[in-house]
């Protein structure tokens, strides 16, 4: 059994920045790609960022592209998500995951195992 720990999360003002951590039980987290998604109030859950097994490879969504990075550290079994220059509209919940195979998806179906969440609060 896989159990995903974020943390991280809290209120920050617009333009500041936050850095989510996601710890990972298991000796495999190496072999498998990770992903951050978030969901806003009222709203579906959404792809945010995508990495690789190794670390090599990573994709966006639109709506961060510059501002978020994702990252990892195979032997600390953590990803992260370093996010800078927030906007109120990144408000939501964001959730780690991890995915099925080594390389990644930008959908949730990709994915199998999900974390509990993090909230995120940006004021204007």
């Known amino acids: 059994q896989v159990q995903l720990v974020e943390s991280g999360g809290g209120l920050v003002q617009a333009g500041g920045s936050l850095r989510l951590s996601c710890a990972a039980s298991?000796?495999?987290?190496?072999?498998?790609?990770m992903g951050w998604f978030r969901q806003a109030p009222g709203k579906e859950r959404e792809f945010t960022a995508t990495i690789n097994w190794s670390g090599s490879s990573t994709s966006y969504a639109d709506s961060v592209k510059g501002r978020f990075t994702i990252s990892r550290d195979n032997a600390k079994n953590t990803v992260y998500l370093q996010m800078n220059s927030l906007k109120p509209e990144d408000t939501a919940v964001y959730y780690c995951a991890r995915g099925s195979a080594s390389y990644y998806y930008t959908g949730a179906a990709g994915y199998d195992y999900w974390g509990q969440g993090t909230q995120v609060t940006v004021s204007s």
């Open positions: 298991g000796r495999t987290f190496s072999s498998y790609a």
